[in-house]
């Protein structure tokens, strides 16, 4: 245990709604934060992104979007390689994804909205990712032809590794 100097009288402590969501609207965001996780059912994988809003309005303010990567049920897997190839194109990185360092200090266009869930109250969601003018060279980009497995390249290089594994 460690004494305090100075007490603190924390009836006087000013409250603070930090924790209240971003008005829904497009913000300039930078991608400091991207980790790949698994599901809580164990069955697949996401990436978990944090995005510091820069800019005038809500800069410093920070929110979290996940994209399923690895899902057993192909929806959903289509899904977020629409999303990845959103963010992707918006923040200029083209060619294969390798590593999640890639999206590290990426900026570009989110669009929030706020959900009201019952439960938990009201937070943010992140609908999209689009280019700023930064970047937005990258929006009238040629589209590369989309492989059959539409899911990026690093996760079906994984998938072939255990291909090997399969005995014959």
Known sequence: MTQLLNPINVDALPESDDYAPVPAGKYPAMITEVELKDTKAGTGQYLKLRLDIIGAEQSGRVVFTNINIRNPNPKA????????????????????????????????????????????????????????STTGSQASAPK?????????????????????????
């Open 77 to 132: 897997e289509e899904i977020a390689a629409q999303q990845l190839g959103q963010l992707c194109k918006a923040i200029g990185v083209t060619g294969q994804l390798t590593d999640t360092e890639q999206l590290i200090n990426g900026i570009c266009q989110i669009k929030i909205t706020v959900k009201d869930d019952p439960q938990y109250g009201p937070s943010n969601e992140v609908k999209g990712f689009y280019p700023t």
């Open 144 to 168: 590369q032809a989309a492989a059959v497995d539409n899911r990026p390249a690093f996760l079906r290089a994984k998938d072939e590794q255990h291909q090997d594994d399969i005995p014959f």
